[in-house]
């Protein structure tokens, strides 16, 4: 009730009123009514028997403005969102129950709090609308393409300073997996790349954007436009080696799996990070690996739609640490030496070449090869001067005589022009 006199009814019983009104003047018959309403002539006996005794109170229904028998009780919702203000500002409604349950041992629905919150007027992150783009399929067998970025964002809180999550996932499944580094460069997605295929194996192909770490900017010359040969980056290079398809997407939506699987990272992972009072790499990877990753693919996996596993097994004899390094040319000079980054190192080795081969491996060591062949070297370090050359006196101008050929030739060309 709305107030002494006044009844507030659903559409559904106020276009009752009349019908029962009717029926109580009779005017129609129960069974008439019964028919128009769609009930029973026992139901209208008993709706018209109630308006008599008690009037048009008596078509609302009895439950109505009383708290339901299931209904939380105010003392638990008050800790809720006590515990919601103190320890979890900022989560959202699934996630803070699922914290509630596994810390706090309280068992409350998602449903629920976000109804407590829009009451309460609590903000919280809510998805937002995307545009329509058409929807690609899943592949059907775990391995054979996996979608691979990197994300920046402040992963130890809005105080500390970014980091990048090097993250996979797989199409079919959506099982994911990823490590922490300061930067998104070549060597930080090598080593990611190659954790991965320790745990899973090696991928049929590898979903990338094109970022200048997966894609080359170089521009392919003459000769290499000729023999159809395309500039490949350092990672490129290094999944071509082990036989591994790298396809470019030409937009973030188009790999949209990896990109919302970050936008969850980013509010679950930073927030059990922080209830673990997580802030380094080396303790986030931890974390990362021994809890949250397979917890995560525990809730969130599928079942691929082909039970068979695409990803191969690592060859034995393959050596990862040519495969994962930065390969890179260098002019052999007559003196046997080469300059690279700044750098000139000295091979101890006699060979006749005109370049050799440069490896930078994921550790930071330096590796040079000719055909295969591991030369040895030092670092030079201070590059012998060149000797100076003496001083030598320059020659004094020669200043032809007055009775020179060329001075009467000169004059002789002047009278005649003139």
Request: proline share 4%.
């Amino acid at each position: 009730m709305a107030g002494k006199d006044i009844i507030i009814m659903k559409a559904k019983e106020f276009s009752r009123v009349s019908v029962i009104g009717n029926v109580i003047n009779s005017k129609i018959t129960q069974l008439e009514a019964a028919n128009i309403l769609s009930l029973s002539t026992r139901q209208i006996r008993r709706i018209a028997k109630g308006v008599k005794a008690q009037g048009g109170i008596a078509m609302m229904h009895k439950s109505r403005g009383r708290l339901s028998n299931r209904a939380t009780d105010q003392g638990t919702k008050d800790k809720i969102l006590s515990l919601y203000k103190s320890k979890y500002q900022g989560y959202g409604p699934t996630f803070t129950a699922e914290k509630l349950f596994e810390i706090d041992k309280i068992r409350i629905h998602p449903d629920t709090l976000r109804k407590w919150f829009l009451r309460e007027d609590i903000a919280y992150k809510k998805r937002k609308s995307k545009k329509h783009r058409s929807w690609r399929p899943r592949k059907e067998c775990f391995g054979q393409m996996t979608q691979m970025d990197g994300s920046h964002h402040k992963w130890f809180g809005e105080g500390a300073s970014e980091c990048v999550l090097m993250g996979y996932i797989d199409d079919a499944t959506g099982r994911v997996f990823g490590s922490f580094y300061e930067y998104e460069g070549v060597m930080p997605a090598m080593d990611s790349f190659r954790r991965y295929i320790r745990r899973y194996g090696i991928p049929l192909s590898v979903y990338l954007d094109k970022h200048a770490t997966y894609k080359s900017t170089k521009k392919p010359s003459l000769e290499d436009e000729l023999n159809n040969i395309k500039a490949l980056s350092q990672f490129e290079r290094a999944l071509k080696e082990l036989g591994v398809d790298a396809i470019h997407a030409d937009s973030p939506q188009a790999k949209g799996r990896i990109e919302r699987s970050f936008k969850t990272h980013q509010d679950r992972l930073v927030k059990e990070m922080q209830l673990k009072k997580i802030c380094t790499i080396k303790e986030a990877n931890k974390f990362l690996n021994n809890y949250y990753i397979p917890k995560h693919n525990r809730k969130f996996a599928v079942k691929a739609v082909n039970s068979t596993d695409l990803h191969r097994l690592i060859p034995k004899g393959l050596d990862l640490d040519r495969i994962f390094c930065s390969k890179k040319k260098a002019a052999l000079r007559n003196d046997f030496t080469i300059q690279y980054n700044n750098k000139f190192y000295q091979i101890l080795d006699t060979i006749r070449a005109k370049e050799v081969t440069l490896e930078e491996r994921l550790n930071g060591q330096l590796y040079i090869y000719h055909n295969d062949t591991q030369l040895r070297y030092k670092l030079i370090d201070k590059r012998p001067q060149k000797p100076k050359q003496p001083y030598k006196l320059r020659k004094p101008r020669y200043v032809p005589s007055k009775d020179h050929p060329y001075r009467l030739f000169r004059k002789f060309r002047i009278k005649k022009a003139s």
